[in-house]
């Protein structure tokens, strides 16, 4: 252990006393994640890429951006600015190799906007990206004409999580004891988050033993994304599955995990402050709240599909024009880790949303798994 995580784990016990021996997990995941100063996200040992607990896609290959670069210009050419808002940047490697991309196509955006709460990781970006180029926000806009993209945003907001039992649906909370944080079984801290249970169980039939999780975060999230919008599309990219398949009666132990050293693990309630903890995405309560605050689900597939149908084996057969033995080879590793089902290719999913666009987006030319959710 740290100071840093001795002290947050001080605090959680101190939540955990006032609050009567008991916290909900998506309180604790909230205070483990991004507590001010001690939380995973804005501790300062936190980083993403081989030195960090976890890698993403566009840490893999520029080849990422380069694909969604060309969404961007279907999407742009349609609307009177070409402008672009990243929601949580990371290490700003997604915006580095788009800013690149755009320029070598000819086509730089107006504006390219982060919105990044973590002072910490905006630091990292503003180190490694032309302040003349890139503005940060502290506020989402009221009236946003362009694409956002959140990559890997979504499953890192806190969730419920809830276990099936013999005498009906009880939540999984989290409690001090023999110094350390243990599973505590309750009564649903909330009446909302009692209903949401009882009518997964109706819908897919979940039985005694069943655990999971529910994130009632998803909503309120979706709205003030979709406020923000006046015109264009909207892309989450994320693990995260349709709600039949994510609730499916075999997937009886959730998806909760946890990544440390690109290690991951199942137990949250361990190295507070020092691991990332994350649950898939339930696309569906995604596409639902999407409708319901006025945008249109324009697209639904794989990071595989939508990478190859915005050109993934063109770029690279013009990439390997120019490279050694080696880095030919170093690519083709990267296209693997994006595109193969074991890998990212099929756990990974890209939902686009979208105000006043009618034309279909490239991306989702090969596949659309809208009928999944």
């Not at 915005?310 to 880790?337: R, V, W």
């Amino acid at each position: 252990m740290t100071p840093s995580s001795n002290s947050l784990i001080h605090f959680i016990r101190e939540k955990i006393a006032a609050a009567g021996g008991q916290l909900s997990f998506d309180q604790f995941m909230g205070c483990a994640l991004y507590h001010p100063e001690f939380g995973y996200y804005n501790s300062a040992r936190f980083d993403i890429g081989k030195e960090g607990d976890f890698i993403t896609a566009p840490e893999i290959s520029p080849l990422f951006a380069q694909c969604f670069a060309r969404q961007c210009l279907q999407i742009w050419a349609t609307l009177p600015e070409r402008t672009l808002l990243e929601l949580g940047a990371g290490t700003g490697r997604l915006a580095r190799d788009l800013l690149n991309e755009f320029d070598r196509l000819g086509s730089p955006p107006d504006h390219y906007f982060i919105y990044e709460p973590n002072l910490g990781l905006r630091k990292k970006q503003q180190a490694c990206l032309p302040s003349a180029r890139v503005q940060w926000l502290d506020h989402l806009p009221s009236e946003f004409s362009g694409v956002i993209v959140a990559n890997e945003v979504l499953d890192a907001l806190p969730v419920h999580c809830f276990r099936i039992d013999r005498d009906g649906v009880k939540e999984r909370c989290v409690m001090w004891e023999n110094n350390e944080f243990q599973w505590k079984i309750s009564v649903p801290t909330s009446a909302e988050l009692r209903e949401e249970i009882v009518k997964l169980c109706d819908l897919y039939g979940l039985e005694t033993g069943y655990e999971s999780e529910i994130n009632l975060n998803l909503s309120p999230f979706i709205q003030a994304i979709a406020a923000a919008l006046k015109a264009g599309a909207i892309f989450f990219i994320d693990y995260g599955y349709g709600q039949r398949e994510y609730y499916h009666p075999q997937r009886r132990q959730g998806t909760l995990t946890c990544f440390y050293q690109h290690r991951h693990h199942a137990n949250p309630l361990i190295s507070v402050g020092l691991q990332d903890i994350t649950a898939h995405v339930d696309f569906t309560r995604v596409a639902e709240s999407a409708v319901q605050y006025g945008c249109d689900v324009l697209g639904y597939t794989t990071q595989a599909a939508f990478l190859l149908a915005c050109g993934l084996m063109e770029l690279a057969a013009e990439a390997e024009k120019n490279l050694s033995a080696a880095d030919e080879f170093a690519l083709h590793q990267a296209i693997k880790l994006l595109t193969l089902p074991t890998e990212m290719g099929e756990r990974i999913k890209v939902m686009a949303l979208g105000k006043q666009l009618g034309s279909p987006l490239v991306g989702f030319d090969l596949q659309d798994r809208r009928r999944d959710l």
